[in-house]
């Protein structure tokens, strides 16, 4: 049913024409009073900021943004048809000819929560088709980067952030957020996600310490000699480790606040600037490297899943690069 043309009938005849429509397979019954965009938006983002991770929040404050500042805010959300959406979109793809993907993509989920909430009958956002976009192979962050671009960060806890996370495979707002009872310095295991911090997966994963991040973590706690005394009364001296707070984050500001994720990854460009790197070359590129770097070397995708924290094996299987040498190889057969 086109809900366009409801917005001149009155409510009685409006209930009966849904309910119809609902026995007909039109969809689902969705309520009669008109629910306007503005109350569609402010109860989205409410949803969201509730059920959702921050960065996902940030995105889709930004398209709701676009959206009220594009249709008036008493536009009845039912009357929002195909031709609303593409006329939208091609206002978004001036300035954003790349994120208006991403914005479609907020928006059909939108639309499939709103529906649930029967406050629409259908998503006209699902009927919107989009050009498709070149598939650009993707750049990804190798250990001799690494050690061109480490002389170029001066702030030693912004250094050791990247390290570690070269060596883990975490996401920038992983490696920021660990905090010292997140480390088992005995088993050499990370803990990612707890009760203060939500994972994007939602899901809490236990990773391997890599030699390297262990070394990273034991330079940052203190230790001092003690001496203990056998039955013979001869000592012998062993080291205790002290731990700092266990609330306290490992890569953090003089003031105990942990760095932002942004700013972690406008330091690390800079330094990949001076350092003369590929400018396609972003934070999350050392994490496409860590995960690309386990797999060329043999690991099995199923165990690079668990470490990375995908979801979906099919995220992983996206790192799996063929190198240039066996595609010398597989020509050379020819």
């Not at 949803?47 to 008036?72: D, Q």
């Not at 300035?95 to 479609?104: E, F, I, R, S, T």
């Not at 003690?226 to 012998?236: H, R």
Request: overall charge positive; proline content about 3%; some cysteine.
């Amino acid at each position: 049913m086109d809900l366009g043309i409801l917005k001149n009938i009155d409510s009685d005849k409006l209930e009966k024409l849904l309910q119809i429509a609902a026995i007909l397979g039109d969809g689902q019954v969705c309520t009669s009073a008109i629910i306007t965009l503005e109350r569609g938006v402010n109860e989205y983002l409410s949803f969201v900021n509730h059920n959702r991770a921050p960065k996902t929040l940030e995105g889709v404050r930004l398209v709701c943004r676009y959206l009220m500042e594009y249709y008036p805010a008493n536009r009845d959300l039912r009357t929002i048809e195909l031709k609303d959406c593409e006329g939208f979109l091609d206002t978004l793809k001036k300035n954003a000819p790349k994120g208006v993907y991403n914005y479609l993509k907020a928006l059909r989920a939108m639309w499939n929560k709103l529906m649930k909430w029967n406050y629409v009958s259908s998503n006209p956002w699902a009927k919107v088709e989009l050009p498709k976009r070149q598939i650009i192979r993707p750049t990804y962050f190798t250990e001799d980067m690494l050690e061109k671009v480490l002389p170029y960060i001066q702030n030693e806890n912004i250094k050791d952030a990247i390290v570690t996370t070269f060596y883990t495979g975490l996401r920038r707002g992983e490696v920021v957020q660990i905090r010292w009872k997140d480390i088992n310095l005995q088993k050499d295991l990370i803990s990612i996600g707890s009760d203060s911090f939500q994972t994007k997966t939602r899901k809490q994963r236990v990773i391997p310490i890599h030699p390297k991040v262990k070394e990273i973590f034991l330079k940052k706690v203190k230790s001092k000699k003690i001496k203990v005394k056998n039955n013979e009364g001869d000592g012998n001296d062993v080291s205790l480790v002290q731990l700092p707070d266990k609330n306290r984050y490992i890569f953090c500001k003089s003031n105990g606040y942990c760095f932002t994720a942004d700013y972690l990854s406008k330091q690390f460009k800079k330094a990949c600037r001076k350092a003369g790197i590929d400018e396609a070359i972003h934070f999350h590129s050392i994490r496409h490297g860590s995960i690309t770097g386990m797999i060329l070397k043999g690991a099995n995708v199923p165990t690079v899943q668990r470490i990375a924290g995908h979801a979906k094996i099919e995220t992983t299987m996206a790192y799996t690069h063929i190198g240039l040498d066996d595609m010398r190889e597989a020509v050379g057969l020819l």
